[in-house]
């Protein structure tokens, strides 16, 4: 099993910026991908940014130049989201995800929420 621990929400005014942590323990297998995905009210939840154990990353278009996924160079099991220029519609709870597609396998963290005031 691979646990998820999140961290780093939290309340910022429009233009701010804040840096969600998410740390993978247990079973991990390579290679395998981790990433945030974001879920606003009355949304589906969508795709933010990943990050493969190779170091490739993947946006989507809206946070492109604002938001960074990084992985820790010597905790390479923790990936970071230095998230930008914040607007209010990037209000939403975010998760962290695993994913180990060579066995199908994925989790998910228990989110952490980040609210952009205007």
């Known amino acids: 099993q691979v646990q998820l621990v999140e961290s780093g929400g939290g309340l910022v005014q429009a233009g701010g910026s804040l840096r969600l942590s998410c740390a993978a323990s247990?079973?991990?297998?390579?290679?395998?991908?981790m990433g945030w995905y974001r879920q606003a009210p009355g949304k589906q939840r969508e795709l933010v940014a990943t990050?493969?154990?190779?170091?490739?990353?993947?946006y989507t278009d809206s946070v492109k130049g604002r938001f960074t996924i990084s992985r820790d160079t010597i905790k390479k099991n923790t990936v970071y989201l230095q998230m930008s220029s914040l607007k209010p519609e990037d209000t939403a709870v975010y998760y962290c995800?695993?994913?180990?597609?060579?066995?199908?396998?994925?989790?998910w963290g228990q989110g952490t929420q980040v609210t952009v005031s205007s």
């Open positions: 990050i493969t154990s190779g170091g490739y990353t993947n």
């Open positions: 995800n695993y994913e180990c597609r060579p066995i199908k396998y994925v989790r």
């Open positions: 247990g079973n991990i297998f390579s290679p395998n991908v």
